[in-house]
């Protein structure tokens, strides 16, 4: 695979987590709305592979998507409690306008950052806390249907529809990959149910370059360290995409907040 890999939302926590541990694996091209410093590129990102580019823009996403073999679509409004009015521009317009630019220029893989919100409201009040628990057996494993805990769930859950369609009806590859919690160095300290969807920089990074690697159809993964507490599981993205993990959030719970601040998944 000598083409390049689209990398939008290049500058936030999850393009980061796959620059510093990617990336040097694949030739990138680098898009977000905001200017990406000298710091946040690889060294061998020349400037003129970095787009500072709305996703909203028809016409600077087709330059930057211009030969590329796969997308990872990171870029849009990661706050759960996010308005419709930023969710509808930044999640579901601008990743129909990636799509239908990456199906005019012929791209081959389309990487898809869902959410567990997508499927949040799965989590009823009789089925919590015991769910973030390593005792529960309950999982949830892409296969069903969404169920949003917001309106940024539901911009995602259109995402994946979105990938559907596209999938269907362009033959583009796509996974979804339902990202739980990132978070560096360490899991959420005090906090169950993000202790049960921890994915650590490392593994982030191992999962998104499967997504580039794999041969897939169309898929839905959720994107988890391989946790002992988890109610995702992650047999399909295991079996499917190669994914190997190699960290879980147990490993931490003995350690106080100073030992956490030395974990080595960083
Ligand atoms: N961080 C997490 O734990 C999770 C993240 N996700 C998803 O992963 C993706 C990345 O999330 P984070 O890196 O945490 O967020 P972030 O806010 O750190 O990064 C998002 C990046 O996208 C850029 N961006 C936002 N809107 C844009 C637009 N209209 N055009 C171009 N660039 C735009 C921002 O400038 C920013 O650099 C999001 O789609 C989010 O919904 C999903 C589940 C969990
Ligand atoms: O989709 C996302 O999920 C994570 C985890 O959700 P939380 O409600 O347990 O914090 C969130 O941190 C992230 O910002 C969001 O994009």
Sequence with gaps: MDEPVLLTGAGGRVGQAILRHIGDRFEWRLLDREQLGESKRPDSVPDDDVFATDI?????????????????????????????????????????????????????KFAFASSNHAVGAYETTDR?????????????????LPRPSNLYGVSKATGEILGRYYHDNHDISVVNVRIGNLTEGHP???????QAMWLSYRDCANLFERCVLADYDYETVYGIS????????????RSVLGYEPTDNSAEYEDEDESDCANGDDD
């Design 226 to 237: 391989d946790n002992d507490r988890r109610y995702y599981s992650i047999e399909r993205a």
């Design 56 to 108: 909203t823009d028809e016409a600077g996403v087709r330059e930057a998507i211009d030969g590329v073999y796969a997308v990872i679509h990171l870029a849009g409004d990661p706050r759960p409690e996010a308005p419709w009015d930023s969710v509808l521009r930044n999640n579901i317009d601008g990743t129909h306008t990636l799509f239908q630019a990456a199906v005019e220029a012929g791209v081959e």
């Design 128 to 144: 919590t806390p015991d769910l973030y628990r390593p005792e529960d057996d309950f999982r949830l494993n892409g296969t069903e």
């Design 188 to 194: 959420p300290i005090d906090y169950e149910r993000g």
